[in-house]
């Protein structure tokens, strides 16, 4: 339940929060040489927007050298984001709440309507005046990984590094993102690190809170994301440094022993027969299913074999993510009998076929034996083979915005056998 706060006591704590535009919000010579950009300018919300949407409406003001939330949010609501996408980065801000109060700082956010919230994809850096709020919200207490400096509801910091400035002045905090470790810092202190994307990782994940939040930190770049969770709340200085990316090359998908690094969802059968082939095939249910895999891919050239062993309706999807039981948000690269466009581009919302294949190119399906498959993505560039020919070559801008995972699926019917080996990814 949200608490009440009276508007007095709103505008009391918020001028208490003003800051001054002397020395701050600006950039040192040293740190633009370094590559370092501000976030806010100090002036106006220029580069801020409500999440999932167009302009900023939500309350959030530049006041005095500040980026202020008015303390009307809720979880549900009171997001803003940078319109940029970041990837690796180094990122840093100033930060002052009032008595009790509740904010956070979170990255690599996925903007879609399917994610009503920032959270159940983008990790968090936790900013919470943790006495203030157990005095204010009392009997409650606050769990550990809800309180100050965590990445919330994951990992904890290492609480005698913390050196928190009393209630009511300014902090530092700090978040490190590259290529998948992780830091977090206050005041100067290094109170966290962890790697994202380990085997240890992922148990943390489907262990907790975001056991059912399947996209939940698995984007590798997304929106820098402030949270208004109630409570009035200041920011300045806010900079950010891209760090160097570093290019995965090959990738091992499956083993040809078990599906280590795959998640199932939906309703169907998937398996590693006695060859070391992936074997999927109808649920009890004959619904739709999908087994994806766990880390997100953006550019990347694959190639992989398949064999329709009965009833061959099935389909590569990639820049996808899983909504609810078995509906899928992303992109297809068809795989189906003959005569149905296999090796054409299909979007599983919205705008549906995108390209189709010629008739004439319907033969190249060899029926009920191995095919070879090739999918390359680059940037905006969508490019498909099937047998060494080319299938379809598309340039898409909203293909090329998005990032996700590659997905098998199961359409639904009856009698749906599909035999897969042989994946060989070079990630771009």
Request: one cysteine or more; hydrophobic letters at 35%.
């Amino acid at each position: 339940m949200k608490r009440f706060i009276p508007a007095f006591a709103i505008a009391a704590c918020t001028l208490a929060l003003v800051c001054s535009c002397d020395r701050n919000n600006r950039l040192t010579q040293a740190e633009k040489a370094e590559g370092w950009q501000l976030l806010f300018n100090g002036k106006d919300m220029t580069g801020w927007r409500d999440f999932n949407g167009t302009e900023l409406t939500n309350g959030w003001k530049a006041v005095k050298g500040c980026i202020q939330a008015s303390g009307d949010g809720s979880d549900a609501s009171g997001y803003i984001v940078t319109d940029k996408k970041y990837a690796d980065f180094e990122l840093v801000w100033d930060w002052k709440l009032t008595h009790g109060g509740n904010s956070g700082m979170l990255y690599h956010v996925i903007e879609s309507p399917a994610f009503k919230v920032p959270y159940v994809t983008g990790p968090e850096y936790q900013l919470i005046d943790n006495e203030g709020w157990e005095e204010v919200n009392a009997p409650a207490k606050l769990e550990e990984w809800q309180k100050l400096g965590v990445d919330y509801a994951m990992h904890l910091p290492d609480y005698a590094k913390m050196k928190v400035n009393p209630q009511g002045e300014w902090n530092t905090s700090k978040i490190v993102f590259d290529n998948g470790h992780v830091e977090h810092w206050l005041n100067g202190e290094k109170i966290l690190e962890f790697e994202a994307w380990t085997d240890e990782w992922f148990e943390l994940k489907n262990a907790g809170k975001w056991a059912d939040a399947p996209e939940y930190g698995l984007a590798h770049e997304g929106v820098i994301c402030l949270q208004d969770h109630g409570d009035p709340a200041s920011f300045r200085n806010i900079k950010i440094r891209e760090l160097p990316h570093k290019a995965a090359g090959e990738v091992s998908l499956f083993n040809g022993k078990d599906l280590t690094g795959w998640e199932p969802f939906g309703d169907g059968k998937w398996s590693v027969d006695e060859e070391g082939n992936l074997r999927i095939e109808n649920g009890d249910q004959r619904e739709y299913g999908y087994l994806g895999t766990r880390a997100y891919y953006k550019d990347f050239d694959l190639t992989v074999e398949f064999k329709q062993v009965s009833n061959g309706n099935s389909g590569l999807f990639f820049h996808s993510f899983i909504e609810g039981f078995n509906h899928v948000n992303g992109w297809q690269c068809e795989v189906a009998p003959k005569g149905h466009d296999t090796g054409g581009i299909y979007e599983s919302y919205g705008r549906g076929w995108l390209v189709q294949i010629p008739d004439e190119k319907e033969e190249i399906l060899k029926e009920n034996e191995w095919n070879t498959l090739r999918l390359r993505v680059e940037g905006d560039h969508v490019q498909t083979w099937l047998n060494g020919e080319a299938m379809i070559d598309i340039n898409d801008e909203k293909i090329g915005a998005a990032t996700g995972r590659v997905m098998l699926q199961l359409h639904d019917g009856s009698d749906i056998i599909v035999l897969w080996r042989n994946f060989r990814m070079t990630v771009l």
